[in-house]
């Protein structure tokens, strides 16, 4: 039988391991623990099946911060070195059924009243440093199109009641669609 999870209000770290703990029951390793040889801590990890899972969940200054950027990097290796699987959920990202079975292969029936993207936040993708411009670039590639979709609709949203040029890096702007640069307050 798949778990019912019901997550009120936009995913933070706390709300994530919830969710996953119930879903992987007795797999549940828990939450800020230490790699073996590595002084770094992930934010949580569950084992099924004989696969271990490390899980991050990415707040802004994983976009915003290079040498936060560098960490993420060296962290992922060593897990990877371990064997486990990595997962990185960015903060722009909420918890669906199928954000679940796109990140961690695994399927419960998820209640989210809060939208993907951009909303409350004011740390746009106009925010982030050059290496979290390209990292947030690669992840909306890998997203499920309607996940994506619902990004970009935050995205050119946000430009309308910002303007362009405070929501989106050069770089970016293709994903705002054809919002004028002259829109905004």
């Known amino acids: ?53 490390v899980v991050e969940f990415d707040g802004d200054a994983h976009y915003r911060d290079p040498l936060k950027i560098k960490v993420d990097v060296e962290k992922d290796a060593v897990a990877k070195s371990l064997g486990y699987k990595v997962v990185r959920v960015p903060y722009w990202v909420q918890l669906t059924s199928e954000t679940l079975l796109h990140y961690f292969e695994l399927e419960a029936e998820i209640e989210q009243d809060f939208p993907h993207g951009f909303i409350k936040t004011k740390l746009f993708p106009a925010s982030f440093c050059e290496l979290g411009a390209e990292r947030f670039s690669r992840e909306m590639v890998d997203l499920p199109e309607t996940v994506r979709t619902a990004v970009c609709q935050s995205l050119r949203d946000r430009c309308i009641e910002h303007g362009v040029e405070y929501v989106l890096p050069k770089q970016l702007r293709h994903l705002s669609g054809n919002v004028s640069y002259q829109e905004g307050k």
């Open 1 to 53: 039988m798949q778990a019912k999870i019901a997550i009120a209000g936009y995913l933070v770290q706390s709300k994530l391991a919830a969710a996953l703990s119930t879903i992987v029951g007795d797999g549940w390793l828990g939450s800020e623990l230490k790699l073996p040889s590595s002084r770094r801590r992930w934010d949580m990890a569950y084992r099924l099946a004989n696969k271990t899972t």
